[in-house]
């Protein structure tokens, strides 16, 4: 008896269902364990990086109630009780705590007018290559004005010659001391120049640009109207 197209179409499809039993029940006899395996696997390195995510959110909180504590003893001027909790925090694992602890030593020890102890730490961030550049960055410009005094005009726009341009995040406070090293050198055009630059520059600081102006006029930079016709712009 032969099959209609209809029971043709149903007993194609029964034998493609078994043919996929058959292949599923060769799979799982060969490859069973080996899947079993590769999930428990996966569902154990999931749970541990869960559990690490969660320890690792437990000890930022810890540390950071650690460094709120350390400034509330420095405020309060309880400099030797914020001693070893800003220790143990320079030496954190977690990079903005260690930077934030390293910082507060150096300031420390500027408060305490140990100005070489403050660059030497301020040197040691600076040259930490662990850490990010923009850490970095500011521990050196940190360190110039801390022992700036004591540096020759040289020496300071050398250190600094690359954080004093306008493409620099820096370039308030790093230009500000390379254009003061210019004029202790006698390069008034040089100074007078930066002095310009900085003072038409909005991203620095109104109170750098405000003694920018002044510099530059008495350099015979006319950076007042150009700063204004900046503004207006």
């Known amino acids: 008896m032969a099959l209609t197209p209809q029971n043709n179409d149903v007993f ?69 009780a914020a001693k070893a909790p800003l220790a143990e925090l320079a030496a954190s694992d977690i990079e903005g705590y260690r930077v934030m602890a390293r ?5 420390v020890l500027l408060q305490n007018d140990d100005i070489k102890g ?13 850490l990010a550049k923009p850490y970095r960055d500011l521990a050196l410009i940190r360190q110039t004005s801390a022992e700036y005094d004591a540096l020759e005009p040289a020496q300071v726009i050398d250190r600094l010659r690359g954080l004093a341009s306008k493409d ?6 790093a230009g500000e001391m390379v254009a003061v090293a210019y004029l202790r050198m006698n390069r008034n055009d ?20 405000q003694r920018a102006v002044q510099m530059a006029g008495v350099l015979g930079v006319d950076a007042v109207d150009q700063a204004e016709e900046k503004t207006e712009e």
């Open 12 to 80: 194609l499809r029964e034998v493609d269902e078994e043919l996929r039993r058959d292949e599923m029940r060769d799979f799982l006899t060969r490859w069973g364990k080996w899947v079993i395996a590769a999930v428990v696997v996966l569902l154990l390195a999931f749970g541990g990086w869960m559990w690490w995510q969660y320890r690792e959110e437990q000890r930022a909180g810890e540390q950071g109630q650690v460094f709120a504590k350390a400034l509330d003893d420095l405020s309060a001027n309880r400099a030797d």
């Open 103 to 107: 910082f507060t030593q150096a300031d």
């Open 118 to 130: 403050a660059a030497a730490r301020f040197a040691e961030i600076a040259g930490d290559t662990t």
């Open 168 to 173: 620099s995040p820096w370039f308030g406070s």
């Open 190 to 209: 040089e100074a007078g120049k930066l002095f310009g630059e900085l003072a038409r520059t909005e991203t620095v600081p109104e109170t750098i640009r």
